[in-house]
């Protein structure tokens, strides 16, 4: 590697130098005037592994006398991670969804030091300064702890079909219930919302489902793979559980991935008329060993197949909770859909708020209130909510 001066310039002047590896992959050094820009890592598969160009401040990459780096910054994308050093300390970590990206896009970004493609993909920034921590996400930002403390509870929020947004960005009612439970007191940075369906119509999206309830070839292996990527962010105190708030055709699919994937520390699951065949047509298994407690949430006016019903497994007790005069689009509030919405989205954000804070005083004290009777033989909780010990958000 080269040795760089206390100003930052290397001896060489202009140069391109190749080393390969024993391994089949390479290394290239670029070098122009007199300042290191950049080291690209590539697979023996040709593939650009890692890539380190100069931090924001500097104009070129400087190295400590062990070969490390002491200021630049390094880009992972086969993981997701981009780090910025300045002075042997990190001052920025960038968690992007390396997913998204294709050997184009990475290329553009390498020739050209920046992509719109690359730049979309970011989920979440955490900056450094004098030991002031700050993370900032694609749908909100808070300042952590001085000693960078995490989120001591999560949840995780999944929408339905016929996502009209752009691929990885969450429909707006999903961001919306996100901003309703930050308002109300709970940690932003502890809610992560995940897309899926994006681009999507019911015409589209509804024979994917079906195809995928049956194969788990399609929707499940997506929701494994943005799983993988969330929990591999070094931002997540994986000790804590997990609360899934799972509307409509998210349901299904994320069940099967729970199953597939024992690890996924999910210790809480909601379903919000969500159509399934495991617990419906098929009672099914629970085989995740981490999830405690399952809430199936549905309207009696909800006409979605296998949604407006109770859910039942071979193996687990699920709570039913079935609110009289709710539809499939009442779950997240909505100012244009009157009062009955009103009370049910409010009744639903109450409700899985609790869920996330495993606040179990909440969650009874909301199935015990005057209008809610409960069948002990299904385990199902009628929530009457014209009853006027249930409020709206503008009653």
């Not at 998204?100 to 970011?122: C, E, H, M, P, R």
């Not at 609360?243 to 210790?267: E, K, Q, T």
């Not at 047509?281 to 006016?301: C, D, H, L, R």
């Amino acid at each position: 590697m080269y040795e760089v001066g206390p100003d930052g310039r290397v001896v060489a002047k202009d140069e391109k130098r190749r080393i390969l590896l024993p391994d089949g992959s390479k290394e290239v050094y670029i070098v122009k005037d007199h300042y290191l820009v950049s080291i690209e890592k590539i697979g023996a598969d040709g593939k650009t592994v890692s890539w380190i160009t100069p931090s924001e401040s500097n104009h070129g990459i400087e190295i400590n006398a062990d070969d490390t780096v002491k200021s630049g910054t390094l880009h992972n994308f086969k993981d997701g991670w981009t780090v910025e050093i300045k002075n042997n300390e990190i001052s920025k970590t960038i968690i992007f969804d390396s997913t998204t990206l294709t050997d184009a896009q990475i290329d553009d970004f390498i020739k050209n030091g920046t992509s719109s493609a690359y730049l979309a993909s970011v989920r979440m920034v955490v900056t450094n300064e004098n030991g002031n921590v700050k993370v900032e996400t694609t749908t909100g930002s808070s300042t952590l702890g001085l000693d960078g403390s995490l989120p001591t509870m999560y949840l995780i929020s999944a929408n339905g079909i016929a996502n009209p947004m752009p691929e990885n960005v969450p429909p707006q009612y999903e961001t919306a219930y996100r901003n309703i439970l930050a308002a109300a007191g709970a940690d932003p940075n502890s809610i992560y919302l995940l897309p899926v369906f994006e681009q999507g119509t019911a015409v589209t999206d509804f024979p994917l489902w079906i195809f995928d309830a049956f194969t788990s070839q399609l929707m499940t292996k997506e929701i494994i793979t943005k799983m993988d990527a969330l929990f591999s962010s070094p931002l997540i105190n994986h000790d804590k559980p997990i609360a899934a708030v799972l509307y409509s055709g998210s349901f299904n699919p994320f069940m099967m991935a729970l199953g597939d994937r024992p690890d996924y520390n999910v210790d809480t699951v909601v379903s919000l008329g969500g159509p399934s065949l495991i617990g419906t047509i098929f009672q099914g298994k629970i085989t995740n060993p981490n999830i405690k407690a399952i809430y199936n949430v549905y309207g009696s006016n909800d006409v979605i197949p296998l949604a407006a019903m109770n859910k039942t497994f071979t193996n687990f007790t699920a709570t039913n909770v079935k609110i009289l005069g709710a539809t499939h689009f009442d779950y997240f509030y909505d100012a244009n859909r009157g009062s009955v919405n009103d009370k049910v989205s409010k009744f639903v954000e109450e409700f899985t708020k609790a869920t996330m804070e495993h606040d179990d005083v909440t969650i009874t004290n909301l199935l015990h209130k005057n209008g809610v009777t409960y069948d002990d033989k299904s385990n199902t909780y009628t929530v009457d909510i014209s009853n006027s010990s249930f409020t709206g958000h503008n009653s």
